[in-house]
């Protein structure tokens, strides 16, 4: 069983920084891709960013160049920094575990809100 919990969420200016960290239970972590996603209020759940078991990240057009992701598999952490922040960027943000083995497996964590305003 995988539980995520993700933390570091809140109120920030136009232009800050916020660090979102996600810290997963279980063994699969290091197989797994992780990744980042939002839902602003009325719209649909979007992805922000991915990385693969072996470091390789993917990111949405609107978050490139602003936003790193990041994991720690020793530690199975997944990080978000988050730099130049707009207010477009308020969402409620959730972690995601993304694992195959026969079939596709998805964890969410519960989400952490993101509130970007001056």
């Known amino acids: 069983q995988v539980q995520l919990v993700e933390s570091g969420g809140g109120l920030v200016q136009p232009g800050g920084s916020l660090r979102l960290s996600c810290a997963a239970s279980g063994t699969i972590f290091s197989s797994a891709t992780m990744g980042w996603y939002r839902q602003a209020p009325g719209k649909q759940r979007e992805l922000v960013a991915t990385i693969t078991s072996g470091g390789s990240a993917n990111y949405a057009d609107s978050v490139k160049g602003r936003f790193t992701i990041s994991r720690d598999n020793a530690q199975r952490t997944v990080d978000l920094q988050m730099n130049s922040l707009k207010p477009e960027d308020t969402a409620v943000y959730y972690c995601?575990?993304?694992?195959?083995?026969?079939?596709?497996?998805?964890?969410w964590g519960q989400g952490t809100q993101v509130t970007v305003s001056s």
């Open positions: 995601n575990l993304h694992y195959i083995v026969r079939r596709t497996y998805d964890w």
